[in-house]
Nanobody, 124 residues
């Protein structure tokens, strides 16, 4: 089992940058595939980025490709999402998620563990 806590959200102007962090508990963080999702009111949770256990394979939603970078520090039990060139449509609550295994799901139901979320607001 793993517990996840996100941080790093906030208010930023369009074109700005933020880095989200997700701290994971437990000694088996390196065995989990990790993902970032986001959600706005009335909409389903949307895949943003995913990374395999080793960090060697990463996947992105088309809407963030080239602007966001997912990475992980297995020694420090941390997951990151670097967000550049932010747009107002990136405004959402961002969640990190974990699942065992090597496959990187792009749907929310593919993940077993979730953080509480961190709000990102991009002003125009």
């Amino acid at each position: 089992q793993v517990q996840l806590v996100e941080s790093g959200g906030g208010l930023v102007q369009a074109g700005g940058s933020l880095r989200l962090s997700c701290a994971a508990s437990g000694r088996t963080f390196s065995s989990y595939t990790m993902g970032w999702f986001r959600q706005t009111p009335g909409k389903e949770r949307e895949f943003v980025a995913g990374i395999d256990w080793s960090g060697s394979s990463t996947y992105y939603a088309d809407s963030v490709k080239g602007r966001f970078t997912i990475s992980r520090d297995n020694a420090g039990n941390k997951l990151y999402l670097r967000m550049n060139s932010l747009k107002p449509e990136d405004t959402a609550v961002y969640y990190c998620a974990a699942v065992g295994g090597s496959y990187v799901p792009r749907r929310a139901h593919g993940y077993n563990y979730w953080g509480q979320g961190t709000q990102v607001t991009v002003s125009s």
